[in-house]
């Protein structure tokens, strides 16, 4: 199952997790002023992020990746284009050129699921976006940029 949920820091996250974090906290992993997401529902906007910012394309996945304003609202404008096409698909395949041929869904495993469970999905893949511009609107107007921590 994937969990599309946007988190805060508590004990014991499972699996591999990508953290977002503010300036201030960028050198400190897992702080609780951080929000972080599952690389299975990542992946899901992944390529919107690598496509805007260009040091991301450097080993962004597994490193630390600085967003400047100017890049975020190139993503903001593009996943808000996503989550549209997402609450008004019915199938994940219409996503497909949106996803970038699902070429950074890495698992095999979750596309099979996201395919075949695409009506169950739709909602929390659609509310992950809505959180995660929420908050990064938040962060960035704030602190002027803010930190993906790849896995």
Known sequence: MINFTLQSLEKGLPGLTFEFAIPA??????????????????????????????????????????????????IKSELIKLKYKVDYSQKLNELKHDLFDFKFIFDD????????NFSQYKLPLSQMISDFITWIDGNIQKYG???????
């Open 145 to 151: 940029s803010i930190y993906i921590l790849g896995i």
């Open 25 to 74: 906290t960028k050198d400190n992993a897992w702080s609780e002023t951080s929000k972080y997401l599952a690389e299975s529902a990542f992946c899901f906007i992944e390529g919107i992020i690598y496509n805007n910012v260009s040091k991301y394309q450097n080993y962004g996945h597994w490193g630390t990746t600085e967003v400047n304003k100017a890049q975020w609202f190139s």
């Open 109 to 116: 495993d979750d596309l099979q699921e996201m395919t075949k």
